[in-house]
C-alpha cells in the first residue's frame, strides 16, 4: 500500500523526473544497495547495525556510483566508544556522511560523550554528523562549535527526525 503524496512521487516502482536526484531510498545491506541504484536515486541512506555488514553496503553503492549516507543505528548510539568504532570503519569503506544517533532526552553531556570518541579518527571529522531528536535542534550548536561536526539530521519543527 502506497500513501497518495508518495504515488505521485513514484511511479512504475521509481522516482519520476527531477525527485530521483532528492528522494533517498534507505538499504541496510548490498541488495538494498542495488536496489537504490535501480531505482534511480544518487544518494542512498545506508542503515548501520554493525560495522561489516555498513561497510560492504557503503562500498557496494560507491562501486554502483551511488552517494553513501551512513546512518547509525540508535543502538550503537548507547555505547560511544563502539560507535566511533564502527563509524571509522564506514567512513573508511567511503560513506559521504557518517550521522551519528544522539538518543531522545540527551543533554550537553551525552553529546560530549557519543562524539568525544569519534574525534580520536582524524578521518572522520569531514563525515561526522548527529542525527538530533525531536526537540533536539538546541544541540546542533555545540556539535558544530565542540565538535566542528557538519551534518545534522533532525526536524525543527520537534517532529521525529527523518530516518
Known amino acids: 500500500r502506497m500513501s497518495s503524496c508518495l504515488r505521485h512521487l513514484v511511479k512504475g516502482g521509481k522516482p519520476v523526473a527531477g525527485v530521483a536526484s532528492v528522494f533517498w531510498l534507505v538499504a541496510s545491506d548490498e541488495p538494498g544497495v542495488r536496489d537504490a541504484a535501480h531505482a534511480g536515486v544518487s544518494t542512498v541512506c545506508v542503515a548501520v547495525e ?3 555488514a555498513g561497510a560492504a553496503a557503503v562500498a557496494a553503492a560507491r562501486q ?3 552517494r553513501p549516507i551512513a546512518m547509525l543505528s540508535p543502538d550503537l548510539g548507547a555505547e560511544p566508544g563502539r560507535c566511533a568504532d564502527v563509524a571509522a ?5 567511503g560513506a559521504e556522511a557518517v550521522i551519528l544517533p544522539v ?3 540527551a543533554g550537553d ?3 560530549r560523550a557519543l562524539l568525544a570518541p569519534a574525534t580520536r579518527y582524524a578521518e572522520l571529522h569531514p563525515l561526522l554528523g548527529v542525527r538530533l531528536p525531536p526537540g533536539g535542534a538546541r544541540l ?7 565538535f566542528d561536526v557538519r551534518h545534522f539530521w533532525t526536524c525543527v519543527g520537534g517532529r521525529s527526525a527523518p530516518r
Request: hydrophobic share 40%; aromatic share 0%; glycine share 16%.
Open 64 to 66: 554502483l556510483s551511488l
Open 89 to 93: 570503519v564506514i567512513g573508511r569503506a
Open 103 to 105: 538518543g531522545t532526552g
Open 109 to 111: 553531556s551525552q553529546v
Open 50 to 52: 554493525e560495522a561489516g
Open 140 to 146: 546542533a550548536p555545540l556539535a558544530r562549535d565542540e
